[in-house]
């Protein structure tokens, strides 16, 4: 049985990690142009002590193999430890909010991630196989994995091309109110600039 090193168990965090959190990325709802600035917030140097041990069951409940990896770097990999449960508490919050606003997505990114992550660990456990027949039978289930999670990928590209296209509609719309309504607007904000009361005010 092959010894892997913390620095290994390390990577194998990530590549069963960072899948994840770039999912999310574009998963997120497209939001309105404008100033943003309010919205980006410094990460946090460290978890609070009730932050990490929601993470750390998150992992155990949901990803068993990194929850199994994450103990043996504890000690001896601390930045390493720390960093991966900030990005899995990210996770957690971020799925929470999705299965609250969109469920029909949520089952399909937790499909989609388990997807990933099997795909990985057949890889791997291909790797280490050394009978040819085993090796082939392996591989027709990996490509037969990986087939399902193109489509289901595909399928979550599509939705979100959808909502793309249903935000940039209301975009126009509310853009051709506007110019419609050119001289109300620059009146209205000209009497706010100038300190006097709108007409229209309640």
């Known amino acids: 049985m092959k010894t892997y090193s913390c620095s290994k168990y390390y990577i194998v965090i990530l590549l069963l990690i960072i899948p994840f959190s770039v999912l999310f990325s ?17 990460k946090p140097a460290r978890l609070t002590l009730e932050q990490e041990a929601a993470a750390i069951e998150y992992i155990r409940v949901h990803k068993p193999k990194l929850y199994e990896l994450l103990q043996k770097i504890k000690l001896n990999k601390p930045q390493g430890y720390n960093e991966t449960l900030q990005m899995a508490y990210r996770q957690m919050v971020r799925m929470e909010e999705m299965q609250q606003r969109d469920p029909e997505m949520y089952e399909r990114v937790k499909l989609e991630n388990k997807l ?39 399928e979550n590209r599509l939705d979100e091309i959808r909502k793309l296209e249903q935000r940039i509609q209301e975009l126009k719309e509310n853009n051709a109110k506007r110019l419609a309504n050119k001289e109300l607007i620059v009146q209205r904000r000209m009497n706010e600039l100038l300190g006097k009361r709108d007409e229209l005010d309640w």
Do not use: C
């Not at 009978?131 to 994995?145: C, F």
């Open 26 to 42: 574009q998963q997120r709802e497209p939001r309105p142009p404008g100033n943003r600035s309010h919205e980006i917030l410094p």
């Open 116 to 154: 990933d992550q099997d795909a990985q660990l057949l890889a791997q456990a291909i790797q280490k196989l050394e009978e040819a027949d085993e090796i082939e039978a392996q591989k027709k289930e990996l490509k037969q994995k990986l087939n399902e999670l193109f489509d289901l990928r595909q």
